[in-house]
């Protein structure tokens, strides 16, 4: 396992075990406690650790060298890994939403009796927006550090249950003044986050598979140093192919048609070994193409 793996199974790992002792306690103050929206955040928790124990099974996977089925590799597993993040992310915050105005609906409505939440409550919410600041900036910071879309998953789903626990704080205070169709209320703001991080987290993932240049400033730099090179007149096609942190280049390139297959085929690598040597961490593979064109033509 080379330093990006390791840390990235380090990062998931300090997450989970968060997760599964963050899951217990909110569940059991939630429902002995009398608070919906700790017992929402409970719930997310607990997913959490369902979720959590997927990534680790995908990410395992992920790491396994290329063979004959897969001559790149397995690292869009991470992708995958981080789609599967999102959907449990989604599913749980539809659910807690549901439960939650279904709540405040049979308090404000039907005036069904309320009841305080316990202190416990309150400092279980304090506890948890703290470890998840902690949680949040450490993965964030590996995220820097692998460019694993997982760990970018996971960060957004930290950030999420900061949201949620300020959330949380503030249903649980003000059930304690006697407004107890805030604490409810405060689950359904919970899962307001929860759907809006599910939904962000599947469209990026989904983006990566789907091939998308990651940004116009990317593909603008690989062209620059492209035709800059000695021989490149035109740039005609440019591709990538993602595969976990790494991009296949895929290029068709315009040079004179006077010159030889040798000459050609020296324009080519020069362009390979320079887009390689810029970015040394980003790229595995460059594929170049070559066609004659005519020696007048400007670049596409």
């Known amino acids: 396992m080379n330093n990006r793996d390791q840390i990235s199974n380090k990062t998931v790992n300090m997450g989970l075990v968060s997760n599964v002792l963050l899951a217990f306690f909110k569940t059991f103050i939630g429902i002995f406690g009398h608070s919906p929206a700790l017992l929402a955040d409970g719930i997310n928790s607990t997913s959490d650790v369902v979720y959590y124990i997927a990534v680790k099974i995908f990410m395992k996977q992920a790491n396994k060298p290329a063979d004959a089925e897969h001559p790149y590799g397995h690292r869009q597993l991470e992708s995958i890994s981080a789609i599967v993040v999102g959907a449990f992310i989604l599913t749980t915050g539809i659910a807690i939403f549901w439960e939650s ?15 305080s939440a316990s202190i416990y409550a309150l400092y279980i919410a304090c506890a948890t927006f703290g470890i998840k600041i902690v949680l949040y900036l450490i993965t964030k910071k590996n995220h820097k550090i692998t460019n694993n879309p997982t760990l970018k998953a996971l960060a957004n789903d930290h950030l999420n249950d900061i949201m949620a626990a300020v959330a949380v704080v503030v249903g649980v205070l003000m059930g304690r003044l006697g407004y107890y169709w805030m604490d409810p209320a405060a689950g359904a703001i919970v899962a307001i986050y929860i759907l809006k991080t599910g939904v962000e987290i599947i469209m990026d993932s989904a983006s990566e598979l789907m091939d998308s240049f990651p940004d116009d400033d990317f593909k603008k730099e690989v062209r620059d140093l492209a035709i800059r090179v000695d021989g490149v007149l035109t740039i005609d096609e440019l591709s990538l192919h993602k595969f976990g942190p790494y991009y296949i280049v895929n290029m068709v390139i315009g040079v004179r048609g006077d010159i030889s297959v040798n000459q050609g085929h020296d324009i080519s690598d020069a362009v390979e070994t320079r887009l390689l040597d810029h970015f040394r961490t980003g790229l595995r593979k460059v594929h170049i193409h070559y066609h004659p064109i005519a020696q007048n033509k400007g670049q596409v």
């Open 101 to 115: 105005i279904n709540s405040v609906y049979e308090l404000m409505v039907h005036n069904t009796e309320g009841q």
